[in-house]
Structures are given as structure tokens and as C-alpha cells.
């Protein structure tokens, strides 16, 4: 046998691999990834409300930011919290919170127009 093809004894090629895949801890990973990105869009709104509603319409301003507030952390709380329990009720908030969302967006597009 060539020397370069000489595999070390310790080293037995039925029991390598090349990686190991790790099974999620999560129930539903695709679940946990669709929260984080409302989360993470409705953060970026949130941040960019003050500089898209003019000073002389503060109360929408406060409302629409209220409301995307309450529903980002309804919404995504709730299916955090189901995903990482895996308990079927704990997913009951998220309608609410996304009725808070789209209401928010809503006071948004009506100021906007």
C-alpha cells in the first residue's frame, strides 16, 4: 500500500462522518422563523413610524404605534411561547395580535393618503 494511503489506526472509515446533524430542539422551527420575522418587521416599522407620520398627527401616531406594539408582541409571543412549549393552546393570542397589526397598518395607510 502507497504510504500517503495509509490511514492512521485509530481511525476506522465505517465510523467517520463528515458532520453531524443536530435534531432542533423547537417542535416547529418554521414557525419560530415566521414569528421572527414579523417580530423583526414590525420592529424596523415601529422604528421608522415617527419619521413617516407628519408632528401634527401625534395621536395616530401613538395609536398605530400601540397597536403595532400590542400585536408584534401577541402575535409573536404567542407562537414563541407554542413553539418552544409545544402546547397547542398557547397560540390562542396570535389571531388578536395580528388583528392589532393589521389595524395598525391600517391607521398608517389612512394617515398616509
Request: with cysteine; net charge positive; proline share 10%.
Amino acid at each position: 500500500m502507497h504510504p500517503s494511503r495509509v490511514q492512521p489506526s485509530h481511525v476506522r472509515p465505517s465510523r467517520v462522518q463528515p458532520y453531524l446533524v443536530l435534531p432542533s430542539p423547537l417542535a416547529n422551527p418554521n414557525l419560530a422563523d415566521t414569528a421572527n420575522k414579523y417580530q423583526q418587521l414590525h420592529s424596523f416599522a415601529l422604528l421608522a413610524l415617527p419619521s413617516l407620520i407628519p408632528p401634527q398627527h401625534q395621536l395616530c401616531l401613538r395609536l398605530s404605534s400601540g397597536l403595532l406594539t400590542v400585536g408584534t408582541t401577541l402575535f409573536s409571543g404567542s407562537v414563541y411561547t407554542k413553539v418552544y412549549t409545544n402546547e397547542a393552546a398557547a397560540g390562542k393570542a396570535a389571531p388578536v395580535g395580528g388583528v392589532a397589526l393589521v389595524a395598525g397598518w391600517l391607521c398608517i395607510a389612512l394617515l398616509r393618503r
